[in-house]
């Protein structure tokens, strides 16, 4: 049985990718499991300069899932070119590293650093809900996106993955507008912008008044998403919102995904990619399926 | 640290909101100051829960927790003979073996718990143990301190049993080599104050939402004198000079 999905040129051992800002650069998870069973890891959210997130609280639950509002605390790319990158690369699979910004300025500069570096894929984002001026501003209109990539792509000589906003006016336009500017492959959905209430202190529970919504809840409308897009652009998809099982997976990559990420899952099971990549299997063995490729947008 | 199923012994209720739950241990390490994540369901939350140690036997664990929400109700609707998910043990706990002479531990709420294994870990390293537990009205786990600790001073908000006030009242820190703390931050606060100013170390045990509890998420980072630290891993316990 075939498992493995290839992405401009770049081969993973299964589909299944641990999302960004879930799983650290994967040694807190390598410690419960073996993270080289994973098709890939992409990377805390990197930004230029080190980044402290956001004060107060910072994760919610809510009903089918969560919220979130880090911020992207990271140690900056500097940093982890100079330290994460061989902690990760211990790891047998796919090295994506994930970067934000906050201006076109920091996104050239980062991925011009990135791109001489020891990484297999750079993860645009340019989604992130969490961080005031720029962060998702970016993600919103097709036009500003388009900038954005067409700038990283000049200077970036990695496979280019960027990672669309629900909140895009419009996600079918924002899609194509990254393909044209030159993403090689597009990844959706980051989380959608929400709000919750203390309603005894009188206040909303984050700082930042809005965060992120993830989990089983966004699943049906991050499918949709993920099918609308793959019905327009030409390149590889990787499905992401609220994967939790291998019937997840399948559904995502019948509606056209090429690999997926799995985020929210591993706070409810830390044992999640290990199992979901099991799991997957079995699926697969039950439902005949010989090659994962096959069923690839089959609807 | 371990992900692993387990079996409810029992549970307890200790006050209208304050549980008990001891599940079978199943050979996890766990040290004082440390804490579990706690699950008992399979998608209907998102979120394990995490609670620190409350007593850690040779064959089990047991958990001192308040029913704040949606996860400890289900937590403490648990009984002997269920399945329970725990990750862990997790963070970095407190410092026991640094320890010499006379220590004391002053604990506010539901941050008393955890100080209980504390007391006896320190005392089985040889150290002197001072209690000094504070609560709103009720008493709780006071017993469990006895066999652990030289004196406990006991302060009420309402004045119903020990002192009339706050806990930090009673605490004199120049009489001790080191001082834990751990309960409302208010208290913390003024315990780390105190010690300041007597030139007693303290370390305090800090709380905070998290979804990971290992570090990976960033979820639970708080600002101290170092940089960005982790409450679930560089954590719980911290050096109270880098926090207040």
Known sequence: MTLSTTIHGITFKNPIIAASGTFGFGEEYNELYDVSCLGGISSKGLTLHPKDGNEGIRVYETPAGMMNSVGLQNPGIEAFIRDGIANMRKFDTVLIANMGGHSMDDYVTGATMLSEADIDMLELNISCPNVKSGGMAFGIKAEVAREVVSAVRKVCKKPLIVKLSPNAENIVEMALACEEAGADALSLVNTFQAMAIDIHRRKPIFNNVYAGLSGAAIRPIALRMVHSVCKQVHVPVIGIGGIYTAEDILAFMMAGATAVQIGTVNFNNPLAGKELVDNLVKLCMQEGIQDINEIIGII | MEYFDSIVLAQFQLTEDIFVLTVERKGAPA?????????CWDRELTLM????????????????YRVVGEGTRKLAELKAGDTISLLGALGTGYPIGEMHGKVALVGGGLGIPPLCQTAKELTQHGVQVDAYI???????????????????????ETGSEGYKGFITDLLKPEQYDAVFTCGPEVMMRKVAALCAEKQTACWCSMEHRMACGIGACLGCSIRTTEGMKRVCKDGPVFPSKIIF
């Open chain 2, 31 to 39: 040290a004082a100051g440390q804490f579990f994540m706690l699950k």
């Open chain 2, 49 to 64: 829960r995490p609670i620190s140690i409350f007593e850690a036997e040779e064959d089990t664990l047991s958990f001192m």
């Open chain 2, 134 to 156: 504070g609560f709103r009205d009720q008493l709780f786990a006071v017993e469990d301190f006895e066999p652990h600790c030289q004196s406990i001073f006991i302060s009420t």
